[in-house]
């Protein structure tokens, strides 16, 4: 099996369906206009602030990178004083 066919939930099942109670909980309370006031005082429509919603659930799915860290050498098996005592490092 190639890493392409597999994919994987970060999260635990339970975890996910918790998150998708509340996104859908969002849904319902946006569209009974209980947080108008909150998506009004952004300057949003109902539709607007459900793109919104909508928008930020498909965005937190890509991951852009802002930068690459340079690899370094990782020590091991060194033996380091440390206040006076010796330790090994794992």
Do not use: W
């Not at 099996?1 to 999260?11: C, D, K």
């Not at 952004?42 to 802002?66: D, E, K, M, R, V």
């Amino acid at each position: 099996m190639t890493s392409s066919q597999v994919h994987y939930l970060p999260i635990t099942p339970g975890l996910f369906s918790l998150l998708v109670l509340i996104f859908a909980a969002l849904i319902i309370l946006i569209q009974l206009r209980i947080l108008r006031y909150a998506y009004m005082k952004l300057g949003l429509g109902p539709g607007g602030a459900l793109l919104l919603l909508f928008g930020s659930l498909i965005g937190s799915y890509f991951n852009i990178p802002i930068t690459v860290l340079p690899d370094h050498s990782i020590r091991s098996g060194e033996i380091v004083d440390f206040y006076g005592m010796r330790y090994v490092v794992p």
